[in-house]
């Protein structure tokens, strides 16, 4: 059986998104999400958020950036990204999801829903 990396979430944004553009003009948008789940604490069920870093790549980035504001709920398809680097002689990982897929729901900010597909999820050449 082959690998699967597939991601699909629905959240609402805890910030606004930042759009910045590489030094080689790529631009990539970069925003977070909480995703509210169930569980039971003894005899009561609770709310537990979990939070996720999301990575948009290229035009669909710059598109549609300025409607992800915090509070704004949002449906997302992509793949999980680890990186791994070295500070201070630990070694330190981060888990993002790269996103393919953006859907615009419609709770916060703004309503209505839009879907921003993206063909290049890695973004970046690849």
Known sequence: MADINHVTLVGRLVRDS??????????????????????KNGDQWV???????????????????KYLLKGKQVGIEGELKQDRWEQDGQTRSKVEIVASNVMLLGGGSGGGSSSYGNSNPGGQGN
């Open 47 to 65: 709310d537990e958020a979990n939070f996720f870093d999301i990575v948009l790549w290229g035009r669909m980035g710059e598109a549609i950036g």
């Open 18 to 39: 930042e759009l910045v553009y590489l030094p080689s003009g790529q631009p990539v948008c970069r925003f977070s999400i909480a995703v509210n789940r169930k569980r």
